[in-house]
């Protein structure tokens, strides 16, 4: 066991994660399921914070089996690398932008059903997610990843597991849940978009090593998603206002990846590099 953990850093991270926030979440909701019972929204909401258990003892965890007291002390030295460049603030601007461009547009030659809101209690909901996943994902994983692949290959990887970990919530995110038969084109869209952001996260990260501004990219992404989501957008709506979205973002990744290569890092030199 001892000889895999270290070997394979980032699988360990992936299963410990997914055990501890999958059999958190399944205990809440068994009797229900046990008892054919409908789960209620109430449920979903509940699960969430259940669920950050998973990347935040996760990497807790393994960082004190594999590095000691030293390694856990590196962990979170990174929430308190507020001192980076101001440019690279700007980048928390983009899921604010992008969400209210997409719904602004299809409100305009779609329909009225899709007019963002301005639901402020929203960002309640992000700062847990934020602060506890960033932990495991970008200060545990998504290094332990960076050993054996390019930073772009590295996001890639992570930001798949970060959506397939989502699943067992996802019906229950956006307003139009459940999502009945669009549930499976949701999830789709969902993870497109969790799956660009972990990169766009991650270029972050490798610019500045600073954890908490990926903290705040994450509070940020999640966090305007539902202070801007549309409330009144059926299932089938919200699913291509999240497929536009992820596709707006997948576009920003791909500029990143032409200006900043494989390691999302210019150059010594180069005026975004955090020095």
């Not at 935040?56 to 030293?70: D, P």
């Not at 700007?90 to 899709?114: C, E, H, K, N, T």
């Amino acid at each position: 066991m001892k000889t895999f953990i270290n070997r394979y850093p980032a699988a360990t991270y992936f299963i410990t994660c997914f055990i501890i926030s999958w059999v958190a979440a399944f205990v809440l909701i068994a009797p229900k399921l046990l008892n054919h019972q409908p789960l209620a929204r109430l449920d979903g909401i509940l699960m969430f914070p259940l669920l950050l258990t998973g990347p935040l003892f996760a990497s807790i965890i393994l960082t004190s089996y594999l590095k000691g007291k030293a390694g856990l002390r590196q962990l979170f030295s990174g929430m308190g690398r507020f001192k980076v460049k101001a440019s690279w603030y700007l980048p928390l601007l983009i899921p604010p932008v992008a969400i209210f461009a997409v719904l602004a547009v299809l409100r305009l030659f779609v329909s009225p059903a899709f007019t963002p809101q301005f639901f402020a209690f929203g960002v309640l909901f992000a700062v847990p997610a934020g602060l506890f996943e960033e932990i495991g994902w970008t200060g545990f994983a998504f290094p332990a990843l960076q050993k054996k692949f390019s930073a772009l290959k590295a996001s890639v990887i992570l930001g798949i597991f970060w959506g397939l970990w989502h699943l067992p919530v996802i019906d229950f995110l956006g307003a139009a849940n459940p999502h009945g038969v669009y549930w499976l084109p949701f999830v789709c869209v969902f993870i497109g978009f969790v799956w660009a952001m972990r990169v766009l996260i991650a270029w972050i990260f490798c610019n500045t090593k600073s954890l908490i501004l990926c903290q705040l990219m994450h509070i940020s992404s999640t966090g305007f998603l539902v202070i801007l989501g549309s409330p009144h957008v059926s299932a089938a709506q919200e699913t291509l206002w999240y497929g536009i979205y992820a596709s707006v973002l997948w576009a920003i990744v791909a500029v990143v990846r032409m200006v900043y290569g494989k390691n999302l890092k210019k150059p010594e030199g180069g005026l975004l590099h955090y020095g």
